[in-house]
């Protein structure tokens, strides 16, 4: 079955220094591949979405990269900040069943 | 969550009993989907429209039925809550294909004693 994972432990980062998720998919090609923001007792809001035949993105701070060689995301906040602490989400589409599969996220925590 | 309300925002009821949430979208988008969080999952699926009177089984849809009789209203109802129903519950919209960007609403937590 397709399977997501994403660092389960919480990852903490000095202020302004670069954080780096990851998301690794298995037995899944997925067409594309869409990272998520999610705050405490709030919905989760999108950030991103690479494409397959797309090396990388970026936005402002955020830049994604998408192996589908490696079956790999790398999410990269840049000059993080305090209020970059949340927890991250990925998800990638189920062409065949027009799904999104889910991974559990990564707390992640910006220490000033 | 703009343009996107779901109510009750908490609710707790008793095993047994029928439980209806209700997704409310004013951005008239086609798609709309109802997703459970639990800690240590993803988020997951149970059922999803797309279009009026249109509707199809998510991942975990056992135990849940939804109706969509107007655009802007989505309801996902628990037939009889169990304790393992326990969650919180996300609305999500999408305007073009399915799997396109999805906007969530602020969520609905459910304790089921």
């Known amino acids: 079955s397709q399977k997501i994972e994403q660092n389960s432990e919480a990852l903490n980062i000095q202020e302004g220094k670069t954080a780096t998720l990851t998301c690794n998919y298995t037995n899944y090609s997925p067409a594309y591949l869409q990272w998520y923001r999610q705050d405490p007792g709030r919905g989760p809001v999108f950030l991103l979405l690479?494409?397959?035949n797309e090396k990388e993105k970026r936005k402002e701070r955020l830049k994604v990269t998408f192996d589908t060689t490696l079956k790999q995301s790398l999410f990269h906040i840049t000059a993080s900040q305090p209020a970059d602490s949340a927890t991250y989400l990925c998800a990638l589409d189920m062409d065949s069943n027009y799904q999104l599969i889910w991974g559990a996220g990564t707390k992640l925590i910006i220490k000033p | 969550d703009a343009g996107i309300t779901q109510s009750p925002r908490h609710k707790v009821t008793e095993t047994g009993t029928p439980v209806t949430l209700r997704c409310h979208q004013t951005e008239n988008h086609r798609y709309m989907y109802w997703y459970r969080q639990d800690p240590g999952h993803g988020l997951r699926l149970i059922h999803y429209?797309?279009?009026?009177?249109?509707?199809d089984k998510g991942e975990v849809s056992d135990g849940y039925s939804v109706s969509r009789s107007k655009t802007e209203d989505f309801l996902l109802t628990l037939e009889s809550a169990t304790s393992s129903q326990t969650s919180v519950y996300f609305c999500?919209?999408?305007?073009?294909?399915?799997?396109?960007?999805?906007?969530f609403g602020p969520g609905t937590r459910l304790l089921v004693l």
């Open positions: 429209s797309y279009g009026v009177k249109d509707t």
């Open positions: 999500a919209i999408s305007d073009r294909a399915i799997q396109e960007t999805q906007y």
């Open positions: 690479i494409r397959e």
